[in-house]
């Protein structure tokens, strides 16, 4: 899963993607409002922690763009202990949760993961599960029947969101953006060569799931 930071405290900034980032997230971090909008925009990540006093452009205001361009992923805001009116206006704008600074990381990861679960696909926090097939969070791999094989962590992220995305065909494009990022030019055939591998790993451990090609479009699993 892919999270956006919007915090302009630069070493808060940097202990949280380094924690979010060692929990098997990929996190992208921006230090002031208008960055954060603008990458907020793309619609491609699962969570944005958006701080509130932010140079540019406070987060509420940047609370209030997105909402009113339809973005709806999950805004968990950071206040201060002083700012208790702000966060009722931040709830107001459309903020799905906040936590008040400093807070426990036990208690950010905790409600990151509440606000990015899918019902009924999380086996427990470390584990995501398809037709036997089990991806392990904690360990990177993925399992089915006692089997288990490592994943890269670019395998990892290309498995989870094949997962979450199951019973829809998932585009290339969405998986580049999510995974190498927006300015990146990737080769297309980088993704086929990453696939090939899931597929090789997935086959040798005799999960009954297939990765199969949409041609043209992208990819799904079966
Ligand atoms: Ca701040």
Redesign the pocket.
């Known amino acids: 899963m892919k999270i956006l930071i919007v ?3 630069i070493q808060l900034t940097d202990a949280l993607s380094e924690l979010l980032k060692r929990n098997m997230y990929s996190v992208d971090t921006f230090y002031n409002g208008i960055d954060g909008l603008d990458n907020a925009l793309t619609g491609i990540y699962d969570c944005i922690i958006l ?4 140079p540019g452009m406070n987060g509420l205001d940047v609370l209030n763009n997105l909402r009113a361009e339809k973005i709806n992923t999950p805004v968990l805001l950071l206040t201060a202990r002083s700012e208790i009116d702000d966060k009722i206006k931040g709830l107001d704008c459309g903020a799905d949760d906040y936590l008040t600074k400093p807070f426990v990381t036990g208690e950010l990861l905790a409600r990151i993961r509440a606000l990015t679960r899918r019902k009924g696909e999380f086996v427990d926090e470390n584990k995501f599960e398809y037709n036997n097939l089990v991806l392990h969070k904690n360990t990177c791999s993925i399992s089915c029947n006692g089997n288990n094989i490592k994943l890269s962590l670019k395998e990892y992220y290309i498995m989870e969101m094949l997962i979450a995305n199951h019973g829809q065909i998932l585009p290339k494009e969405r998986i580049i953006e999510k995974i190498w990022g927006s300015e990146n030019d990737i080769e297309y055939n980088n993704i086929e060569v990453y696939i090939s591998f899931l597929r090789k790993k997935i086959s040798s451990i005799s999960a009954p799931v297939q990765i199969k090609t949409a041609r043209g479009i992208g990819y799904f699993l079966e």
Do not use: A, C, T
């Open positions: 915090e302009d405290e701080d509130i006093m932010l």
